[in-house]
């Protein structure tokens, strides 16, 4: 997979758009010339490209007061009157978009680390596909990979993160999947894992469970005895 497409999918252009369109609304009101103003609108929706292309899976009432302050924005920006009341509106909307932002990207960095994930020790991993509700039992700890997306799968996103937190499944953020089969080596045509690829997902793993997945230890006959799976991934 291209390393543009794997930037797309781990869903770090969202950090870059939030900058570049924080800039453009802090410089803003200081633009006067036409050309100044359509490169500063040509930013703004590089910047949009950027936040809609990294799919962050918010609920759709957010990415429709996202959309509805962009647009405000834009549009009340272009207009230079110097009315008192217009300037109150487009200062406040201005701030309304920077704090939305803001606030967004604290939510979303918070997810962009490795959760510490903890639960029972288990000398026995399980990788299986069957209903998320069936597998959250106590005393089990539920591991899930949070999604790659395309834009018009972000729905995809929104289950698996409201799922994830009704049934307390950890997830591990995206990047580090986009990591793991990055690389020309990695994958056998672009999404199947090669030996090294395989490898490198097995660390991330490894990694990932080293708090709760300990070592199978051998029995007084020399086999190995296998518990009932307490880590499911």
Same mark, same amino acid.
Request: charged fraction near 25%.
């Given at each position: 997979m291209s390393p543009v497409a794997l930037y797309f999918a781990s869903g770090e252009s969202f =950090? *870059? +758009?939030?900058a570049i369109l924080m800039f453009a609304i802090v410089v803003s009101p200081f633009l006067k010339r036409r050309w100044m103003l359509q490169l500063r609108s040509l930013v703004a929706w590089l910047a949009l490209a950027l936040i809609v292309m990294a799919c962050p899976p918010f609920a759709w009432v957010i990415d429709a007061l996202f959309l509805t302050l962009f647009g405000a924005w834009l549009i009340l920006s272009k207009k230079r009157s110097t009315g008192k009341t217009l300037a109150g509106v487009r200062g406040g909307v201005g701030a309304g978009l920077f704090m939305l932002l803001l606030v967004l990207s604290l939510l979303e960095f918070a997810r962009r680390t490795m959760p510490l994930i903890t639960g029972v020790p288990s000398?026995? !991993?399980v990788v299986i596909d069957a209903t998320l509700s %069936?597998? *959250?039992? &106590? +005393?089990?700890t539920v591991v899930m990979f949070? !999604? &790659? !997306?395309l834009p018009h799968k972000i729905a995809y996103g929104q289950i698996q993160r409201r799922l *994830?937190? %009704? =049934?307390g499944v950890f997830l591990i953020p995206k990047r580090y999947f986009a990591d793991a089969i990055s690389g020309a080596d990695a994958t056998s045509d672009g999404l199947h894992l090669s030996n090294l690829g395989a490898r490198r997902m097995a660390s991330l793993v490894e990694n990932a469970l080293s708090h709760v997945l300990g070592v199978a230890r051998p029995t007084s006959g020399g086999a190995v005895r296998l518990p009932n799976a307490s880590v499911i991934l």
């Open positions: =950090y *870059a +758009g939030v000398d026995h !991993l %069936k597998l *959250a039992a &106590p +005393g089990r949070e !999604l &790659p !997306l *994830a937190t %009704k =049934y």
